[in-house]
């Protein structure tokens, strides 16, 4: 969200983010069976308000991203159980940016893709700066 509102950022590397702050939340709430879904989540909002001063319903990254003039490389792992994999998938479909990539580790759960598919990991990444330097350079032009 921050490198989505900043035009001095020149990439973003985006690993096992979330499009919504109301839906992350309520994804994880429902891990949990016997919890009621808005009670709680109505609760855990009113406490987030008055300590941060903010809403849950305001966090979109989705929103975000799609004003940024960054590319942006989306990594997840599709064994994910903390953020589904979905959210990912979802963000970098709805960019449409051609200098945009889409990582998709099989068999990583969150923040694991890094430890599953090291060297994979770290080429795409090399390769997406270097893009990413090479856009921002035509820009300058």
């Known amino acids: 969200m921050c490198g989505a ?16 702050g ?24 009113h406490k987030i308000k008055k300590r941060v ?15 940024c003039k960054a590319p942006i490389l989306f990594i997840h792992g599709d064994k994910d159980t903390c953020v589904p994999c979905s959210m990912a998938k979802k963000m970098y479909d709805v960019r449409k940016n051609k200098n945009d990539k889409l990582f998709i580790v099989p068999g990583a759960d969150h923040m694991c893709a890094y430890s599953m598919k090291k060297a994979e990991y770290e080429s795409i990444c090399h390769e997406f700066i270097e893009n990413a330097e090479l856009i921002k350079n035509n820009r300058r032009k």
């Open 53 to 67: 001063g903010f809403s849950l319903n305001d966090v979109h990254p989705i929103k975000d991203i799609k004003k």
């Open 5 to 20: 509102k900043n035009d001095k950022v020149d990439f973003i590397i985006e690993d096992c983010g979330y499009s919504s």
């Open 22 to 45: 109301k839906e992350i939340i309520k994804y994880q709430i429902k891990l949990v069976k016997w919890v009621p879904l808005n009670s709680v989540y109505l609760l855990l909002n």
